[in-house]
């Protein structure tokens, strides 16, 4: 599975990150809801593990923004320390699917999780991408141009599941940084790198560059062919 954890404290953080991995599982962290709310909505992920008592943007609020706001109905699982009858209303009431009180056993969530990803695996189809030739299928990550498939690293692909939603938009630089790798880079060589690859393997699979840079400003991928000069 491809899980996005919201957790603020280091330690809970890095526990799931580490089991989860180890299980074989994709995991994106973010610290705070915000972010949180930005990664989950432009990416596609097959649960969320949330915690409620994040700082500023806590995970009921987190939870209501995914549903109503971002249209994002990802199966969210929410941990927290508060065990009362009411609190765990308010979650399921905020969009929540499960709901799993400190301390837990990683085992348990792990299992959680799947339970989550089966029961959403039957009503959740998520929409394939296309930019032109270009298609990336969410679930399965089968990218391929003009049928052709394309071989990508886990960080291309996260930039073309931010870019292809909306073709000929314009991404700024800083904008994708934090979408990929969750704040801006101290230099533009990490993006501009990883934009190489995802050309490079895109000409090689018999297709064209799909992406357009704009100096200065950031990137755009294309769905036509650009016009020659």
């Not at 799947?114 to 991408?129: D, I, P, Q, S």
């Not at 700024?172 to 501009?192: H, K």
Request: hydrophobic residues 40%.
């Amino acid at each position: 599975m491809r899980i996005l954890s919201i957790e603020d404290d280091p330690t809970i953080a890095t526990n799931l990150y580490d089991y989860l991995t180890a299980r074989g599982h994709a995991v994106d962290a973010a610290a705070d809801g915000v972010t949180g709310v930005h990664l989950a909505s432009i990416h596609a992920f097959d649960a969320i593990v949330l915690d409620l008592g994040l700082p500023g943007l806590d995970g009921l609020k987190v939870c209501r923004k995914l549903r109503v706001e971002a249209h994002v109905d990802t199966p969210v699982l929410m941990l927290t320390a508060r065990d009362t009858l009411h609190d765990k209303l308010e979650g399921f009431e905020s969009g929540a699917d499960d709901y799993l009180v400190k301390p837990f056993a990683l085992k348990e969530v792990e299992a959680r999780l799947h339970a989550l990803h089966k029961r959403a695996r039957g009503r959740v189809t998520e929409k394939r991408l296309v930019a032109g030739d270009l298609t990336l299928d969410p679930r399965t990550l089968d990218i391929r141009f003009a049928g052709r498939p394309v071989k990508l690293p886990p960080k291309c692909i996260r930039l073309l599941e931010m870019m292809m939603p909306e073709p000929g938009r314009l991404f700024s630089r800083s904008e994708l940084e934090a979408a990929v790798w969750g704040e801006a880079q101290e230099t533009s060589d990490t993006l501009r790198t990883h934009m190489h690859v995802l050309r490079r393997a895109v000409v090689e699979a018999g297709g064209r560059d799909p992406i357009e840079t704009v100096h200065g400003i950031g990137y755009r991928i294309l769905a036509d062919a650009p016009p020659e000069t």
